[in-house]
Every structure is written in structure tokens, then in C-alpha cells.
């Protein structure tokens, strides 16, 4: 770039950049436009595998565990804020990162099992949502799965990640389904408050089987790969773009909007998370029938009879479009996994032909997913081995997530800030605790 009266090789850095501050500018007049991976993020954790969750919890313990969200919510913001900033500061996903400190063999199996996580999840959604639309709509819901499988498949593959990108975004609005249900039944608010604010934790071992397994649902592997590999594809999509390692006079901006990002992004999760278990509290353990609750369609099917056909509606509906918003972020996040593995060329903006194996990949775990729809797999059994991979993954995964953040051969100058390093590793420390529960409780259980 040539300026007035500036010799053409004046170095870059000297370079008035015009397009910066006007992205500043824009930035700071935007707040929606600045909301992008911990938006989808966010609510991509509110899948119907993540509503059976919360549902079950609510139905079976009432408003005992309303707590939990207030609790996990710092904790989320802080290990998501942490991978964006990893993703935006290399330019690469959370698998290339691991492989440029550690073992490659250790970094193959935690990319194993979370392609296998991914698969249960990704069938497991995709029936709930064939379910919940055959409970409005009737025919098959094995026809209804297929369908809306083959949908986000085909949209990923044909739309650009920049158009993709905003129609995931405005799919988070789905998830105001579950907020508007709540207001539609009788609430003791002032229980419910007081169940948020005073956590009342029992020893009992159902007890703590949902408290690990909330915990579990909201804090899962597939959402650190998938949000540090959006950061990264951000860097390349955009020609005024870098990572920052290449351009550290930029990271302040950014940090912000990372920052801002997340929080609005698990905050959002978290408070949908709120209303779904407050909704079946006030619902379904009420009128004791919580022992019926295996699915998010069992969840809408329980609330006709005790909140009627309107709640019923914007529940069900509801995972109709939490499940289209999570499916490309569970086949997603494994296939940037997979192809940072073997340094394939990986990205959702470039056409299939320019990325063949990515989108291989992309198409293998979302046929598979479906698939597992005839496999004649009970639906709750994947839900299980997925809750066990990810326990199994979730809290190494975090630790070697928090060292690679403080590792200057990964970040060069950029360290975490204390408050993400205290909250981050408090948040490991946690994890390592549930996850260890909740596969010994769950294995035993099952």
C-alpha cells in the first residue's frame, strides 16, 4: 500500500491502516455484528442432548439444581474465552496446537474420542429432533431424522462460512422458545430464586449422577474445538485478517470482542439451560411424572397434559432448531479436528473440491449419525457413550488446553490474564472431579 508522500518501502507497521480503524469504529457501533463463534457457541451447547439433560434434572429434582448454572457459568466463559484466544492467536484449532508440544499418539486419542462423543451426539440429536417433529406433525420420525440430517449436511457442504455464518446466528433465536415456555406455566419465583442462590446439594448417588452429568452437558470437548477453530478460520477467510502472533498490535481489539463474545455466548446457554429445568420443574416434577423424561421428546410430550398445547408447541419446536444449530458444530468440530491431524486443508468457506477431506469427514460423521438411526441403538445408550468419551476426554483436554495457553512456543508473547488463569484452572480442577464421578457413578448405574 502506497501512501502520499511515504516511499513505498516503508515498512508495514508504519503504514497508517485506514481499514483497521474503520473496523474499529464499526466494531464499537455493532454490538450484534460483533457476535459471532461464542454466540453459536453458546447455544450450540443447548442441543436436544443437552435439553434431555437439563429436562431429566429439572423433572426428577425440581428446582434443586437451578444452582448449577449460576455456578458453571464463569467457569465456561473462562475455558471458551481461553480456546478463542488460542484460535485467534495461532491461526490454527486446538488438535494443531496439541501436536506442536505433545505426543502425536496422545493427540490422535483425544481427537479419537471426540469424534466418537461427536458421532453419539450427532444421532442422538438428530432423533430427537425427527421425534419432536412427529410429535407435532406426525408420519416417521426416522423420515423426519433423515431429512433434517441430510439438510445440514447439504448446507454446509453448498453455503460459503460467511452466509452459513449469519443463518447460524439467527437460529440462536430458537433457543427463546425455552425462556417464552416458562412464562406460560405457574412459577413460585421466589423458590426458584432461592434455590439459585442457596445451593441445596444432596449425597445421594441419583443426586449426584445429574449434578455431574449438568455439569458434563454444559462444558464439553466438542465446544473448545469448535469455537478455537472458528477463531482460526476467521484469520483466514478475511484478507485484512492474521493471527495475531503475526500482528500483536492488533490483539486488544480483539481480546475485547472475544471477550464480549464468549460471555454473551455462555451466558445465553446458560440461562436457556435455566428455563428448561425451571419449566420442568414447575411442570413435570410437579405433577410427578419425571420418571418418563429419557429424551427432550419425552420432555415436550410431558408438558402438554400439565402446561398445555402452546408450550408444548415452542418446546418441541424448539429442539427442531437447537438440533439444525448444533449438528454442523458437533460435525464440524470433528472434522477440523481430524484434518489439523493429517494437515489436510480445512475450511467451511472454501468449496468441497478445494477441501475434499474436511468435508469428507464432514459428510462421514453426519451420515453416521444418522445411521446409527437403524442401527437399532437405543437412542439413551448413545447418549451414555457420549457422556462417556467426553468425561473421559473433557478434563485432560483442559489441562493441556491451559498449558498450551501459557506455552510461548504456542502463544509467543500473549499469556493469559490472571483471572482467566484462576478461573481456568479452577474450572479443570472442577471437571477432572465430575468427569471422574460421573463415569464411575454412570458405568455402575448402567
Known amino acids: 500500500m502506497k501512501v502520499r508522500g511515504q516511499s513505498h518501502l516503508m515498512p508495514e507497521s508504519m503504514i497508517p491502516d485506514v481499514r483497521i480503524q474503520k473496523e474499529d469504529r464499526c466494531?464499537?457501533?455493532g454490538f450484534l455484528v460483533r457476535l459471532g463463534p461464542g454466540l453459536i457457541t453458546g447455544a450450540a451447547d443447548d442441543d436436544p442432548s443437552g435439553i434431555?439433560?437439563?429436562?431429566?434434572?429439572?423433572?426428577e429434582f425440581g428446582y434443586a439444581l437451578l444452582w448449577t448454572m449460576l455456578f458453571s457459568f464463569p467457569l465456561m466463559a473462562a475455558m471458551q474465552e481461553i480456546c478463542a484466544r488460542l484460535g485467534r492467536i495461532t491461526g490454527v484449532g486446538i488438535a494443531a496446537n496439541l501436536k506442536k508440544v505433545y505426543s502425536k499418539h496422545w493427540v490422535y486419542l483425544g481427537v479419537l474420542l471426540l469424534c466418537i462423543a461427536n458421532l453419539f451426539n450427532v444421532g442422538a440429536d438428530i432423533l430427537a429432533m425427527g421425534s419432536a417433529t412427529q410429535l407435532v406433525l406426525g408420519g416417521s420420525a426416522t423420515l423426519y431424522a433423515v431429512v433434517f440430517g441430510g439438510l445440514s449436511l447439504l448446507l454446509q457442504i453448498f453455503v460459503p462460512y460467511r452466509k452459513y455464518v449469519r443463518y447460524l446466528r439467527w437460529l440462536t433465536w430458537s433457543l427463546s422458545a425455552y425462556v417464552a415456555t416458562a412464562f406460560l406455566v405457574h412459577i413460585p419465583w421466589l423458590t426458584a430464586l432461592r434455590s439459585t442462590l442457596l445451593p441445596s446439594i444432596s449425597l445421594s448417588r441419583g443426586y449426584l449422577i445429574a449434578l455431574v452429568g449438568v455439569l458434563g452437558t454444559t462444558i464439553s470437548p466438542y465446544l473448545f474445538f469448535w469455537q478455537t477453530s472458528e477463531e482460526a478460520?476467521?484469520?483466514?477467510?478475511?484478507?485484512?485478517?492474521?493471527?495475531?502472533?503475526?500482528?500483536?498490535?492488533?490483539a486488544a481489539p480483539h481480546f475485547r470482542r472475544i471477550a464480549l463474545d464468549t460471555r454473551v455466548g455462555m451466558g445465553l446457554s446458560n440461562v436457556v439451560a435455566?428455563?428448561?429445568?425451571?419449566?420442568?420443574a414447575a411442570t413435570i416434577h410437579v405433577s410427578a411424572t419425571g420418571s418418563v423424561i429419557q429424551?427432550?421428546?419425552?420432555?415436550a410430550r410431558a408438558l402438554e397434559p400439565v402446561a398445555g398445547k402452546l408450550a408444548f408447541l415452542l418446546f418441541a419446536l424448539g429442539i427442531v432448531g437447537t438440533g439444525m444449530l448444533a449438528l454442523p458444530v458437533l460435525a464440524g468440530s470433528a472434522a477440523y479436528a481430524v484434518a489439523e491431524l493429517f494437515?489436510?486443508?480445512?475450511?467451511?468457506?472454501?468449496k468441497a473440491e478445494r477441501?475434499?477431506?474436511?468435508?469428507?469427514?464432514?459428510?462421514?460423521?453426519?451420515?453416521?449419525?444418522?445411521?446409527l438411526n437403524f442401527s437399532g441403538i437405543n437412542?439413551?445408550?448413545a447418549l451414555f457413550w457420549s457422556a462417556v468419551a467426553n468425561g473421559i476426554v473433557a478434563g485432560p483436554l483442559m489441562f493441556l488446553t491451559m498449558l498450551l495457553s501459557t506455552h510461548p512456543t504456542v502463544v509467543g508473547q500473549f499469556r493469559l490474564p490472571a483471572h482467566l488463569r484462576i478461573v481456568g484452572w479452577i474450572a479443570t480442577g472442577m471437571m477432572f472431579m465430575a468427569s471422574l464421578l460421573f463415569i464411575a457413578g454412570s458405568i455402575r448405574q448402567w
Open 379 to 381: 437412542p439413551i445408550r
Open 52 to 59: 434431555a439433560t437439563y429436562s431429566q434434572a429439572g423433572a
Open 355 to 371: 477441501a475434499p477431506k474436511f468435508y469428507a469427514v464432514l459428510a462421514i460423521a453426519t451420515i453416521a449419525g444418522v445411521g
Open 343 to 350: 494437515r489436510w486443508r480445512a475450511s467451511l468457506e472454501q
Open 233 to 250: 478460520e476467521e484469520t483466514r477467510v478475511h484478507a485484512q485478517e492474521f493471527p495475531l502472533k503475526k500482528k500483536p498490535w492488533k
Open 274 to 280: 435455566f428455563f428448561i429445568m425451571l419449566t420442568t
Open 295 to 299: 429424551s427432550s421428546a419425552d420432555a
Open 27 to 29: 466494531a464499537s457501533t
